[in-house]
């Protein structure tokens, strides 16, 4: 073989090297296999789209208020009647879940999302079960259509609990009746690959 053949070779396995790898990334892309996945990571339920859930226009009670949850992960537990002992059993669970985030704990917030005024012993007794929880209350009911929107159409039953991201949006829902360490796993995971 003569170098000029030789040359040409070498130069022909130079340009494979580059556009092999480009011509299997496209043709492996989920569109063109018909590989879209079937299952995710996730163990609450995606919003989809995700649901912008602004935090002006809430009272807020107590010492805590809006700006200290700015751009972090919350918990958002719509509270649509009076705070009982279910209310309050799902609220130790919100804590539990909290706690359970460690060192990123300052990442994450819980807030307890009143449609009506609570009184003073049901803020009371939240207050005694977790003093780190975020009260408010819808007064202008705008959250309300946003609930219903990121849940898919439906008033959300007592005991379904969101998770809003740092950006503001709703993306999972949990349906009354969860696991707590669904939960906690998700969060977990969010706080961790956000790097929030």
């Known amino acids: 073989m003569n170098t000029q053949t030789r040359n ?25 296999i018909g590989s879209d996945p079937e299952e995710t990571v996730n163990r609450g339920d995606l919003v989809q789209p995700p649901v912008a859930l602004p935090l002006e226009g809430f009272r807020y009670l107590g010492e805590r208020d809006g700006a200290a949850l ?30 359970a985030t460690g060192r990123r704990q300052d990442k994450a917030a819980v807030l307890l999302l009143f449609r009506q005024e609570p009184s003073v012993s049901e803020v009371a007794a939240l207050e005694a079960i977790y003093p780190k929880f975020i009260l408010a209350v819808d007064d202008g009911g705008d959250a309300a259509a946003v609930l219903v929107t990121a849940n898919g159409g439906a ?20 349906a009354p009746g969860y ?15 956000s790097g929030r």
């Open 155 to 174: 008033a959300p039953a007592s005991g379904t609990t969101f998770i809003r991201d740092p950006e503001g949006f709703l993306m999972l829902r949990y």
């Open 8 to 32: 040409r070779l070498i130069l022909v396995a130079i340009a494979l090297l580059f556009f092999i790898p480009l011509v299997a990334a496209f043709l492996a892309q989920p569109e063109l």
């Open 70 to 99: 700015e751009g972090r992960w919350l918990l958002v537990e719509p509270v649509t009647g009076a705070c009982d002992a279910r209310c309050e059993g799902i609220a130790t669970d919100l804590r539990q879940v909290h706690i």
């Open 179 to 193: 696991d707590r360490g669904d939960l906690n796993t998700d969060l977990t995971k969010l706080l961790k690959w």
